[in-house]
């Protein structure tokens, strides 16, 4: 199968080269060298690119504006199976998801991709306060005496740390470190705000911006700076601060498979993949489409390592002083890459209704100027009718471009649902309406009813199928390619077709390291559901208490 080719217009230039397109047998090739979101400034490759040249699609029968069309050069989506990287750059980049920041690993979240982002923190945000969480904010700049405290802390993070010396035009007395997480200057607060019982339970969380000094970088997924939100809490016992861990880990799980639509497998990380500084780590894994694992979320039992560092206790009813008990959780704009990489096909990305910043499209379809007024009054209708009922829609009523133009490029935008309006629906009072999840005639469905009620009930019952079927899909897709091992043997072949291997491990830390280094997967978590039965661990052959799921990663 070739590159998709759409008409779009020339988007804003995002880097100095491009992944390789496939040949095209169908179209003409110049040899140019297309400056395009690519793999070679995110430190992957660099080449110079086909760019394929082609002419407009023919219009559709239902008919099209007058306005002339120029024809424009291609936009072109590499198929996922000739190059998964390149695939999921070109979606970014002619989806209008993100560009490229002026230093070599940063990125710029444009509208539609901070709309994701958006969607995403309305949801947590609604999800945390439920919980009993309050915001708050924290400097972006730490002390590094504050770092150096606790020792996994720094020894885990100081190959990332980006520093500043200089402030002012002078060298500052002590270095600085750029936020790359908050559990320390977190601790330095907590220790002033807490001093006795009823201080406790302590529960915030902040929406922020993190600096990571990422070698290797993927927009969205791994890059030198990032949003997120990071949750923080001070107990009084352990068993309190268990028992947040977990509660966040659940908000997390239902999260993605309620509104991301992604069939995340819950678990806990193994002593080697634990957060640096914490007790247990929790986690939710989601298998991308090419069978990477993505890590989506975590959350932290700390224990009493950082309130031991720093020395934030609490008086308890006895009038004992207690060192407090502790958890940090997140997420991250790395979930607007999990949304691509689970759902996207070759036509672009694919939405779950849920987090579409747009819902529905509406795409009004003429002839003859004495039709454009009735056909436009119709769509506003429409749009106040469903915007009313609380969904998110947009009117593409532009004249520049033909109705095949827009289908391609609202489909290209992953929006669940496209209403298309022509002067025959006018008459009749219907719309007809399409579905991105099934292409072509399948998800097509005519002559619906612009009756207010009707309408709503049939989008809505659409949105919810899409939602559904998305989740449906990936689970489908998950579950075929999770195998079952008992021999490292055969974990080390299922790891080798780029599958994910679950089966029992009690095997040693130095062990576990020796499948990374020879087959580069990890243990991405000891899932919460278990089998039942005697297990013997893959490795050794001795009694192992749990399976664990090995996957390659990103």
Not at 6 to 20: G, N
Not at 233 to 248: G, K, N, R
Not at 476 to 501: H, M
Request: a neutral charge; one cysteine or more; aromatic letters at 10%.
């Amino acid at each position: 199968m070739g590159a998709l080719r759409l008409p779009f217009p020339s988007l804003t230039s995002l880097s100095s080269a491009a992944a390789a397109i496939p040949r095209h047998h169908l179209c003409r090739k110049i040899r140019l060298p297309l400056r395009s979101l690519s793999a070679a400034k995110f430190s992957v490759q660099s080449s110079t690119v086909e760019k394929e040249i082609a002419t407009p699609p023919p219009e559709l029968e239902r008919s099209s504006q007058k306005t002339k069309v120029q024809p424009e050069k291609d936009r072109v989506i590499t198929p996922r199976s000739h190059d998964f990287n390149a695939w999921y750059l070109d979606i970014i980049a002619n989806a209008e998801l993100a560009d490229y920041g002026p230093v070599r690993g940063t990125m710029v979240i444009r509208p539609y991709g901070y709309a994701i982002w958006e969607a995403i923190q309305e949801y947590l945000n609604v999800k945390f306060k439920e919980t009993g969480h309050s915001n708050m904010y924290f400097p972006q700049f730490i002390p590094y005496s504050f770092i150096e405290k606790e020792a996994s802390h720094v020894e885990g993070f100081t190959p990332e740390l980006a520093l500043v010396t200089i402030g002012g035009g002078k060298e500052l007395e002590e270095k600085l470190v750029v936020r790359p997480t908050s559990e320390t200057i977190v601790n330095h607060m907590f220790t002033q705000w807490i001093h006795s019982y009823r201080d406790l339970p302590l529960m915030i969380n902040q929406w922020a911006n993190v600096t990571r000094w990422e070698m290797r970088t993927k927009p969205f997924i791994r890059t030198l700076e990032f949003l997120w939100q990071e949750g923080h809490t001070a107990h009084a016992t352990p068993e309190e601060a268990e028992i947040e861990a977990l509660q966040m880990i659940d908000v997390y799980t239902k999260f993605a498979f309620e509104q991301a639509a992604i069939p995340v497998i819950t678990g806990r990380k193994s002593k080697v993949e634990t957060f640096a500084g914490a007790a247990k780590t929790y986690t939710i894994e989601a298998m991308m489409g090419d069978r990477k694992a993505l890590q989506a979320g975590t959350s932290h039992n700390l224990g009493q390592n950082f309130s031991r560092a720093f020395g934030t206790q609490f008086t308890d009813e006895n009038g004992q002083r207690q060192h407090v008990w502790q958890t940090s959780w997140a997420v991250s704009t790395r979930f607007v890459g999990g949304v691509i990489m689970t759902h996207g096909d070759d036509i672009g990305l694919m939405l779950p209704p849920n987090l579409a910043p747009i819902q529905v499209i509406v795409v009004p379809i003429w002839k003859k100027a004495d039709e454009r007024a009735g056909v436009l009054d119709a769509a506003s209708s429409v749009k106040q009718t469903l915007e009313a009922a609380g969904i998110k829609i947009k009117i593409d009523d532009s004249e520049q471009r033909t109705p095949g133009w827009k289908f391609n490029f609202w489909e290209m935008k992953g929006v669940p649902l496209r209403i298309e309006i022509g002067p025959r629906d006018v008459s009749s009072g219907t719309v007809v309406v399409s579905r991105r999840d099934i292409p072509g005639k399948q998800g097509k469905v005519f002559g619906i009813s612009m009756e207010p009620s009707t309408l709503v009930a049939y989008v809505k019952g659409k949105l919810n199928e899409v939602q559904s079927s998305l989740l449906e899909r990936a689970v489908s897709f998950r579950d075929s390619n999770i195998v079952d091992v008992s021999s490292y043997a055969e974990l080390k072949e299922v790891i080798g077709q780029g599958k994910w291997a679950r089966g029992p491990w009690s095997a040693s830390d130095a062990e576990e390291l020796k499948v990374k280094e020879e087959t580069g997967a990890t243990i991405r978590c000891f899932p919460f559901e278990q089998p039942e039965g005697i297990k013997k661990c893959l490795m050794t052959g001795e009694s192992a208490d749990e399976v664990a799921i090995f996957a390659k990663s990103y």
